[in-house]
């Protein structure tokens, strides 16, 4: 165990007490905690490749929920999860892991492919994924330091339109493999993974 | 004082005679909060963790008997060679920073009168709550022919560790065209689709080392958990259905119900027929019951297991102590180290609320279990529970299991996630 995978349980207490979280009646934490499983203690997965879901926008994480309820969002799980709570359950738990923070953990990226990406990335995605895909805004989910497989696993189900993108997506995407190539894909999310 | 413990102090003072919600009156110990938490598995490590989380200022004590803790969970791929026991080793040294002292010994006595816990050795620990958290014990009084010793020989390997060596080297020392009988219990079990993935795992071994070989599932029960996915992996992969099949399965109604084993002679006989399955390698897995401390605790009714308040995972037999995990009685929750993960938070808020004053969040519960049917196959079923009149219930139209005919991309995500899963919770237990 690393000291870094430690941190995500040091920092656990200290923000439950000052926030106030564990108050009389209290359900959005033992939701939430029931995730753990997949997602990690307080969201921040330690991988290979379940996605950490700590310090999700409220907005990113009610439309990946619904997406994954109506099976407008592809998953191999997530689907039969959703399906058990209620619309109210779902606005808590959005609430509770939008206050978590995002612990990055180190991955196996390929340096020079990491390079490629950051310059694919800076021309084609910081518009939407700012920050290095750090901010997470009008959801635009926060990519930086996600996991690899994961990653790979979205673009995947964005191309072949098994998942829908957004049209700014869309044209960003083809402008960048136009121009850089399908191989393209693979190193931008090589980029994202390696972040710190 | 912290907010809490003030906030906490007001409602005892409001309504120190009140009964509390789920029918025990929730009567303030005043200073000094302490919890004993015995065993340190899949539940208990939780168990302590999220107690600790919840309120830094509760005394809690882990009492674990092993120094180490094997997860059985993923053994299944020691079996196939694919990983070494060694990665599913943990130790307990963490625990000390988050504030929990850890106790290798054995807990031999639990008095819920006077709340006090005896150890091996004599120590005695006294307690305001206890979580009891100790996994399940075998029957060896069950099937004629097999015993404690006899398991030596015929491995169930349904607690991980010198048991799996055991049964991973007797499945490298077969010789190409021998026979494995895997014997799989009634419910309710511990694990139940283990013993499917168990054939799995080493069928895929099999087909690429000792392709001749074959693995009987003698069977206590007429269906089994995810049948229907393992079937179809079967059938692709390892010949299920044809006359070359490397697994059969035999229900009780096809002679599969074991009803007695002689060791010496690696026979294990099944069915009204009696009939004799010669075998090179015997993987009985005996029927279960909630772990001995519970036994002889008087915490267990005449399934074996414990009785516990669905809300809180309180024992019905004796106030103060929380039962979870594989121990508890928990349907339709499956006996799985998730689902002892998730009885484990939410009985840590029980103990908390009650420890405090303050009132139960409501209960929710998740399974998720993942099964590997080859490094490239994996299924799983899912489940979220509320809690319905006292009764924990499946919440209509969710959870079940994955899609049949699902694209072998799908099936390999779900190996990864399966690993996700494995690596996630161990941390969540012991980082």
């Known amino acids: 165990m690393t000291r870094k995978m430690r941190s995500s349980w040091a920092l656990t207490s200290a923000l439950l007490v000052s926030t106030g979280v564990w108050a009389e009646g209290q359900s959005s934490s033992l939701l939430a905690d029931t995730c753990a499983g997949c997602h990690g203690t307080n969201g921040s997965s330690v991988g290979p490749a379940s996605p950490t879901i700590a310090g999700m926008s409220v907005e990113t994480f009610l439309e ?17 999860l959703t399906k058990g709570y209620t619309e109210e359950q779902i606005k808590e738990m959005a609430e509770y892991f939008s206050k978590q923070k995002f612990e990055r953990f180190p991955q196996e990226v390929d340096a020079a492919k990491v390079k490629a990406g950051k310059k694919l990335a800076d021309e084609h995605c910081e518009r939407c994924h700012e920050d290095g895909g750090r901010k997470d805004e009008d959801g635009s989910g926060v990519l930086a330091g996600q996991w690899l497989p994961y990653l790979r696993f979205s673009m995947e189900d964005f191309q072949s339109g098994a998942r829908e993108m957004p049209k700014k997506m869309k044209k960003a995407i083809e402008s960048m493999v136009g121009e850089a190539g399908p191989g393209s894909i693979e190193s931008v999310v090589q980029y994202y993974a390696g972040q710190k | ?34 919890v004993v938490v015995i065993g340190g598995g899949a539940g208990g490590s939780v168990a302590a963790k999220y107690i600790k989380r919840a309120d830094p200022s509760i005394e809690v004590t882990l009492v674990e008997q092993n120094t180490n803790y094997y997860s059985c969970f ?35 006595a639990i008095d819920p009168v006077a709340k006090k816990v005896t150890l091996d050795g004599g120590t005695v620990l006294e307690y305001d709550r206890l979580v009891l958290s100790p996994g399940v014990d075998f029957k060896y009084d069950a099937i004629p022919g097999y015993t404690e010793a ?76 995810k049948q229907g996915l393992f079937t179809e992996g079967w059938t692709a992969l390892y010949g299920y259905g044809t006359p070359d099949s490397m697994i059969e399965w035999r229900p009780p109604s096809a002679e ?15 069915g009204e027929l009696d009939g004799a399955t010669k075998a090179d390698v015997i993987a009985i897995i005996p029927p ?38 594989d121990a508890a009685v928990a349907a339709e929750m499956p006996k799985s180290a998730y689902a002892a993960n998730s009885q484990a938070k939410l009985a840590a808020a029980a103990v908390v609320a009650s420890l405090n004053g303050t009132t139960m969040p409501t209960p929710s519960y998740v399974n998720t279990c993942y099964s590997l049917i080859s490094p490239d196959w994996g299924i799983s079923v899912a489940g979220v529970y509320r809690l319905e009149g006292g009764v924990i219930k499946s919440v209509e139209g969710s959870g079940g299991v994955s899609p049949a005919k699902a694209t072998p991309a799908q099936r390999k995500r779900e190996v990864y996630y399966a690993h996700s899963w494995f690596k996630n919770i161990a941390h969540d237990m012991f980082g």
């Open chain 1, 64 to 80: 990946a929920m619904k997406g994954y309820r109506t099976g407008t969002r592809p998953s191999t799980i997530m689907d039969r």
């Open chain 2, 1 to 34: 004082m912290s907010d809490l413990t003030r906030r906490g102090f007001m409602k005892l003072t409001a309504g120190a005679t009140a009964v509390g919600t789920f029918g025990f009156p929730f009567i303030a110990r005043g200073a000094g909060k302490k």
């Open chain 2, 74 to 108: 993923l053994s299944n791929e020691v079996l196939a060679g694919d990983r070494t026991l060694d990665s599913l080793k943990f130790g307990y040294d963490n625990f000390a920073k988050h504030g929990i002292q850890v106790i290798h010994k054995t807990a031999t």
């Open chain 2, 150 to 225: 006899v398991a030596q020989k015929l491995p169930h390997a349904w607690k991980a560790g010198p048991q799996t060596e055991l049964l991973r080297k007797q499945l490298e020392a077969m010789k190409d065209g021998g026979v494995v009988v895997i014997g799989a219990p009634a419910d309710p079990s511990r694990c139940p689709p283990g013993p499917y993935e168990r054939a799995c795992q080493i069928a895929h071994y099999f087909k690429q080392h000792k392709p001749k070989s074959k693995i009987i599932i003698l069977d206590a029960k007429e269906k089994f958990s």
């Open chain 2, 256 to 270: 599969g119900k074991i009803t007695r084993v002689d060791a010496d002679a690696m026979t294990v006989y099944s």
């Open chain 2, 288 to 325: 279960q019951m909630a772990g001995k401390i519970a036994q002889v605790s008087g915490l267990t009714n005449e399934s074996g297991w414990c009785p516990v308040d669905k809300a809180t995972f309180e024992s019905t037999k004796a106030k103060g102590i929380h039962i979870i995990g």
